[in-house]
């Protein structure tokens, strides 16, 4: 990874890697904790995470034991009552969002589409040179369009119990339920907002907390003078 850093920009190149490869370091250190301490709680859990559920470029690799993980968390080891994964991945730019706005009108509220390899080739991303399947390299959920009953469009990264390049809704363990919980949880503050991901985003937002301070105490001080 240090290869990508440059006398001039810094490590400027790197940033979208690490923060890929640390935000979903975050998620399995919470599997891992609560699996030490509660396996079964982990069925009552809803894991959102803010873009797809992938690595891209320096960090790709790192899909395969992610992959493995999740597969070997919706196989329910530990039977009915034992640990499983209800985990989504949900995008607010990209190919896929902006071809789910383009057919958004085609789409019956409260319904979805798995998207296929085939789908993906010819009106979204068109195929690369190697022919391989898209996302097989870099993913670990398959691509969702979903439209809410509310009507808001929402494009998401479900996972399988294997990647494939012609996913079934029924390949999709607790799709319904994923989809159900993403509906109720919508949010007004942007388009196709969740509440969950706005208040996080809000959170971490520079301008809610350190900049509020800043303006605070620079207008109370110039009210003093």
């Known amino acids: 990874m240090h290869e990508r850093i440059d006398e001039e920009m810094g490590a400027s190149g790197i940033v979208a890697y690490v923060m890929t490869l640390l935000e979903q370091m975050v998620l399995v250190h919470l599997i891992r904790n ?7 709680l982990l069925r009552r859990i809803f894991f959102i995470k803010d873009g797809p559920l992938a690595f891209f470029g320096l960090v790709a690799p790192l899909y395969r034991p992610m992959r493995e993980l999740i597969e070997h968390l919706l196989s329910e080891p530990g039977g009915p009552s034992g640990p499983t994964i209800r985990v989504a991945g ?5 190919a896929f969002v902006e071809h ?3 057919i958004q009108d085609r789409v019956r509220s409260g319904s979805f589409l798995v998207l296929g390899d085939a789908y993906i080739r010819k009106y979204v991303v068109p195929a690369d040179e190697s022919g391989t399947t898209y996302g097989q390299n870099t993913y670990y959920g398959q691509k969702v369009f979903f439209r809410a009953p ?3 469009m929402h494009v998401a990264t479900i996972p399988g119990r294997s990647y494939s ?6 390949d999709l363990p607790h799709l319904n339920e994923i ?3 993403i509906g109720e949880l919508r949010c007004s503050m942007y388009d196709n907002a969740l509440i969950p991901v706005a208040l996080a985003n809000k959170l971490v937002s520079l301008s809610d907390f350190p900049s509020q301070r800043i303006l605070t105490a620079f207008a109370r001080q110039t009210a003093k003078t």
């Open 34 to 40: 609560i699996l030490a301490m509660k396996p079964s």
């Open 179 to 181: 989809l159900a919980l």
């Open 150 to 152: 509310g009507g808001e």
């Open 100 to 102: 789910a706005a383009a």
């Open 90 to 94: 949900l995008e607010k730019s990209g």
């Open 165 to 170: 390049a012609n996913p079934k809704p029924e």
